[in-house]
């Protein structure tokens, strides 16, 4: 299995990657155009890197872009595979598992997730403090080794997260916490859907980062992550959710999204 990542490693040297910096963030919905900020960069796109996910949803590029924020060299994932594209929930495993090969130590997730709390008006911004896997799935599933038994009682790093409170508040920028509930999707959740995963301890649903996390600790590395919340979840306002308005209330975060993370990249990386 890890011939891909070889293979992987090996077209990103072809491409002048011979190392990756420490910390990569995975730019969700709303947030691709970041990686137009970073300076000096080179930019692959993940088909032309074996194994690496080519995006089939409207909205979500699919570049790793290299380059300069603030002055620090990082990696910018432009765009994630996502379990529901082809009922794979390893889609990202040769991505994450190539950026540690080539010296990845830190991961930053974003996402948009529906909201629970009433209070957390779309476009809020909150760091993810713990995940509830409701997907049914695993992306380690399958495969063999003590190493995929992963402990994940830290598995959102404190001191990033501290370090995304910091880079908040030196922003004005108010960030929340919260626990994220992976749901498979494509679909969005039913309101009964909604109102089981207030009671499990949800603040946010989504569709994306729980796979990626997991990976992400059993290659070894740290994880932080933050959604923007660009709905109430199902049932808990008049309209539906939809991918549309998904797009759109991303959009609407996506300045103060990006002073967030130019700041935590001066703080983290
Ligand atoms: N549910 C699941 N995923 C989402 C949502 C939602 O309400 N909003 C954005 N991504």
Known sequence: MNETVDAAAAALRAKGLDSLPPLAIVLGSGLGPFADEASAAVAVSYADIP?????????????????????????????RGHYYERG????????????RALGGKTLLLTNAAGGLNKDWLPPSLVAITDHINFSGTNPLIGRPGKDSFVPLTHAYDEGLRAKLHEAARANDIELHE??????????????????????????????????EVILARRAGMRCAAVSVVTNFAAGLAGGDPSHEETQEYARLAADRFQRLLRSFIREAA
Do not use: C, N
């Open 51 to 79: 194994g690496f996910p080519v995006p089939s949803v409207e909205g979500h590029a699919g570049r790793l872009v290299v380059g300069a924020v603030e002055g620090r060299r990082v990696a910018l994932f432009q765009g």
């Open 88 to 99: 794979d929930a390893k889609a990202m495993r040769v991505a994450i598992e190539t950026f």
């Open 178 to 211: 919260g626990v994220y509930m992976w749901f498979s999707g494509p679909s969005f959740e039913t309101p009964a859907e909604i109102r089981a995963a207030r009671i499990l301890g949800a603040d946010l649903v989504g569709m994306s980062t729980v796979p």
